[in-house]
């Protein structure tokens, strides 16, 4: 079974620029989760879907960030525009049931604005 | 405030040496309780979780954590850590089934040789 996978495994962009990540959850798991942790900080929550729809949007930090599901499989989570504190490590899990306590994490995807 | 706190932001062991990471919570109930770690280039990895029942849980990788509720604590252990355990360590709990994890800051693991 594939694990939960996220593209770029890195990225460096400049201030002002739109990103997009990608998340490709494990098959069959309807629950997808967004967290990241910025520089010194901790892992905190963004978002959460329940197959297309989003269940909790409340750790989103401002409306640069967009995160879709279309189709309730792989999630993007777009930044745009960019700004020099979105820079750190953004994490994908997911889940068969509603449920952080049965979740599997990405390997995350480094994202550094300069 | 509610939190999870690990009080070590570094901490450097001799490879082969025991190893404990601490990690406290304040939380009015106990919550659910979990160790994660990352390695190098590597995404979050579970080690061990307690939800109930013996209070001493063994993980993956030779880990085992003890819950403590009078010390609203659930610490890591390794009686012998190996080169390769060097990576950051994540206390996190979820309050309840179907709540979001919350993560301490970390704690990153040197293993002198």
């Known amino acids: 079974e594939a694990g939960v996978t996220q593209f770029p495994s890195h990225s460096v962009i400049e201030k002002g620029q739109t990103v997009t990540l990608r998340c490709d959850p494990i098959?069959?798991?309807?629950?997808l989760y967004w967290y990241r942790r910025v520089m010194g900080k901790e892992i905190k929550f963004l978002l959460h879907f329940v197959k297309e729809s989003k269940q909790d949007e409340s750790g989103m930090p401002n409306n640069r960030f967009l995160a879709e599901r279309t189709g309730g499989t792989y999630s993007t989570l777009k930044v745009q525009p960019a700004e020099l504190e979105d820079s750190g490590v953004y994490f994908c899990?997911?889940?068969?049931?509603?449920?952080?306590?049965?979740?599997?994490f990405g390997q995350g995807t480094r994202l550094t604005v300069v | 405030a509610q939190s999870v706190t690990q009080p070590d932001i570094h901490i450097t062991v001799s490879e082969g040496a025991s190893l404990e990471l601490r990690c406290n919570y304040s939380y009015g109930a106990t919550p659910y309780l979990f160790w994660y770690v990352q390695s190098p280039g590597q995404g979050l990895q579970l080690l061990l979780k307690?939800?109930?029942?013996?209070?001493l849980v063994q993980g993956i990788k030779g880990f085992e954590a003890e819950f403590k509720r009078s010390q609203s604590s659930f610490n890591l252990r390794k009686p012998s850590v190996h080169w390769s355990d060097a990576a950051e360590y994540f206390c996190a709990v979820v309050l309840n089934r179907d709540d979001k994890i919350i993560f301490g800051k970390g704690t990153r693991l040197h293993i002198l040789p």
């Open positions: 899990a997911s889940s068969r049931t509603t449920g952080l306590t049965e979740a599997f």
């Open positions: 098959s069959g798991h309807d629950n």
């Open positions: 307690y939800f109930s029942g013996d209070t």
